[in-house]
């Protein structure tokens, strides 16, 4: 395995921002990982697992330690009755794997069509779009242990998947480095079709729509919103999203449609309406971070110097040319801040900052 020194990061992310990674190393094969952690060991140097680059942001002045760029390859298929489990290589491209098997006409991730990413990344944040997420369809994930040196096999119900959370992103970080993911999808199973932006694409409800035709809807909404990667769209270099949508209790949900609705009264203007919510967890309700950044005073196209908020996506924070990942903080900072004050609610970064610190 090759050992590149002062590699510049900016190119592996979807950000195109960052300085450099002092050692980067490209791992093929689970010895290629022991022998890149051991030289990590061996340098006392802290490790960052690099997938797709696409739900990062990394420091301008790079990261002191050494990058393992997970580049492993290769597609298992095996039958369990009306249901294929296929395992994929974690340095797969992503959207070239659901490509592969909604084709076939397996179900189950079809609207995580167009996600941009490694097959590796997908457990670690349970990616998930259009009321899809690889929390339904994860049989198991393979992953190599990085404090004893060896291989690991977790069950799903292991990896304990919630919303943009798993045990590789929280209880268990920086410890596991995903090999290979399991998926168990269903041969000729219905698309999920349960998202109303997806609904509204299929209006005629007396004809099923096909997986390939929801795959392809998807895709559609996902470019409208500059959520698509597209060669030369300015409003594609971004980490997606870059907050999660806040959950919150019912009673706070009340408390701030209340508060609005009051400090409307005061200034003799109307509310803004009621806030757009869905249904979480028992109790709780999940806010859409895009409306309460929209309704803070954030437009589509907001621009602080070279960072900025996409065009198309209220919830994208975009490099508008050469920015720095200073510029894109300190765009956060102000967008946080004024949420917290008008809303009284602290948005949770979805990408993960790479600094070595
Ligand atoms: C345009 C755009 C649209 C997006 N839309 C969505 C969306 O709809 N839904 C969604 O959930 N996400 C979305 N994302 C975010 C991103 O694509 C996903 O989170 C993706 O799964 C990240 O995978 P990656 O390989 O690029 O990981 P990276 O960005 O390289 O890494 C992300 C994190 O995962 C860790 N990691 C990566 N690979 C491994 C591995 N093999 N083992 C252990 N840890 C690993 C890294 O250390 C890091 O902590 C979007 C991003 C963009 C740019």
Known sequence: MEIRENIVLAPYTTFRIGGPARWFLEASSEADLAE??????????????????????????GFPGVVIRVANRGIREQQDGEYGIFTAAAGENWDSFVSTVVARGFAGVECLAGIPGTVGGTPVQNVGAYGQ?????????????RANLRMVDFAASQCDLRYRSSVFNTSARDRYIV?????RLRLHGAPQLTYKELTDAFPDTSVAPTLSQVSKAVRSIRRKKGMLLVEGDPNCLSAGSFFKNPVVSESQLADISARMTKEANLAGESAAGPIPHFAAEPG????????????????????????????????????????????ILALRDQIRKRVLTHFGICLEQEPVYVSGE
């Open 179 to 183: 090999t290979e993911v399991s998926y």
């Open 284 to 327: 709780t309700v999940k806010l859409m971070a895009g409306w309460l950044i929209e309704h803070s005073g954030f437009p589509k196209g907001f621009a602080l110097g070279a960072a900025g908020i996409s065009s198309l996506h209220t919830l994208a924070l975009v490099n508008r040319g050469g920015a720095t990942a200073n510029e």
């Open 133 to 145: 997420e690889v929390a339904s369809t994860i049989h198991s994930v393979r992953a190599f242990d």
């Open 36 to 61: 890149a952690v051991l030289f990590a060991r061996g340098k006392k140097a802290p490790v960052f697992v690099l997938g797709g680059g696409s739900n990062l942001l990394v420091a301008d002045k």
